[in-house]
């Protein structure tokens, strides 16, 4: 880890930067600005803190960790609100499960969760969307995202595209393990889209120095709009959660069978990207993880590699030099854009036929954004943010499942 106490002129920070990186060659030059313009943010406390997957994101660095007095910051939690990462570890093992099972498995699973913009066609159940609808009627006034709530039946349950996956995979004991990446889908980034507008709108009114090009547009939390802008965001978190619940439930069933309840040993299921309201330093302030996780000590966390990589249950140090806080998986490399030129389709399925991983993915003409070699290597995450979480479990990836 190393600290950031002045910018490239020379001039010192109003607070330092902490990366949990060698040195700041590691760090890209879009995620350093990005982080000079957190540590000028007038409501910023203590310290900024990047983990070892950093990269640059909107308005504020994929694994960076905000902690805020009095305010909340919408892109500072991300537009994909609860995104995050569910586990199920079960009694089964690997022995004798044949290559052509596992293909049988992927299939299986891909025609029960819709993936990319799918949504399913019948409306499921949302016991996130429900609770809300009764406990908070005044939330009606949001007329667009009211609207969107019955449109969040459909994407309940559903994986979207990008980085998230569905992955079979086995641990020091070679059980049968799956892992689950998925966030809020369109209903959360709805809710972040309008909320970054309201913030933008009022920016006179609270009279925001904050310049506009930092898009880092904030809402007072004892404001009308602030603590509409809560419960919004908690309502994304727990759809996620949910959500992820649903897959993971269809996908054991058709790998574990219909009394899969039986057979499952551990469930373990975290959020990267959300605020909180924690004390750190006496002083009660609001942090925003953005593609990064709570760990505080021994609480228990989930850190995903790239395809085909290895993956990891940990449990946290809670050092409070990044606010309680670790890397949410390996952190890419380059951007998407780079990895679709650099890694074709045919490059990367001869990397996943050597790590004997099969892919299930309806289109494979992208796939090059999501090659394994378009990530940091875990290994080398995971050696930086030794004083941050301990491993207790590692995962390889058997098969896995893209939008």
């Not at 409306?123 to 009211?146: C, N, S, T, V």
């Not at 269809?250 to 990267?272: C, M, N, P, S, W």
């Not at 990207?273 to 924690?278: L, Y």
Request: glycine share 10%; aromatic share 8%; charged share 25%.
């Amino acid at each position: 880890m190393f600290e950031i106490k002045r910018d490239l002129q020379g001039d010192q920070l109003p607070i330092p930067i902490l990366v949990w990186l060698p040195d700041q060659s590691e760090l890209e030059e879009g995620c350093f600005q990005q982080a000079l313009n957190l540590s000028r943010f007038p409501f910023a406390h203590h310290h900024i803190a990047l983990m070892p997957d950093t990269h640059q994101g909107f308005g504020m660095p994929i694994g960076g960790i905000l902690a805020t007095r009095d305010v909340i910051i919408p892109n500072a939690v991300g537009v994909d609100i609860g995104c995050g990462v569910a586990f199920a570890q079960t009694n089964l093992q690997w022995d004798g499960v044949s290559r052509q099972t596992v293909h049988k498995w992927v299939e299986a699973i891909m025609q029960k969760i819709p993936q990319g913009f799918s949504h399913h066609k019948d409306k499921m159940k949302a016991q996130a969307l429900d609770d809300f609808r009764r406990d908070y009627p005044e939330e009606k006034q949001q007329g667009i995202l009211w609207k969107e709530i019955e449109r969040g039946y459909y994407q309940m349950g559903t994986l979207g595209g990008g980085n998230h996956f569905i992955e079979l995979q086995s641990d020091e004991e070679n059980r049968i393990c799956l892992m689950i990446h998925s966030g809020s889908r369109n209903f959360g980034y709805q809710i972040a889209r309008h909320f970054n507008t309201v913030a933008g709108r009022q920016r006179r009114q609270w009279q925001s120095c904050v310049p506009t090009a930092h898009q880092l547009d904030y809402l007072p939390e004892d404001s009308h709009e602030g603590r509409s802008y809560i419960r919004w965001m908690e309502l994304a978190k727990a759809f996620a959660r949910e959500s992820r619940q649903q897959m993971l439930q269809t996908a054991l069933q058709i790998v574990a069978g219909q009394r899969f309840e039986e057979k499952v040993i551990d469930i373990i299921d975290v959020h990267h990207n959300d605020v909180n309201q924690e004390v750190h330093g006496g002083t009660t302030v609001w942090v925003h993880r953005k593609g990064a996780i709570r760990a505080n000590a021994g609480e228990r966390g989930l850190i995903p590699g790239a395809m085909g990589r290895s993956s990891y249950v940990v449990t946290g140090r809670g050092n409070v030099s990044s606010f309680n806080s670790c890397s949410h998986g390996a952190g890419r490399a380059m951007s998407r854009k780079d990895a679709l030129q650099n890694f074709s389709k045919e490059r990367v399925m001869k990397e996943l036929a050597v790590q004997q991983v099969v892919l299930g993915k309806k289109q494979l003409t992208d796939v090059g954004e999501e090659a394994p070699m378009a990530y940091k290597e875990i290994a080398f995450v995971m050696k930086q943010q030794e004083d941050l979480v301990i491993p207790v479990r590692q995962l390889k990836g058997k098969a896995v499942i893209k939008g």
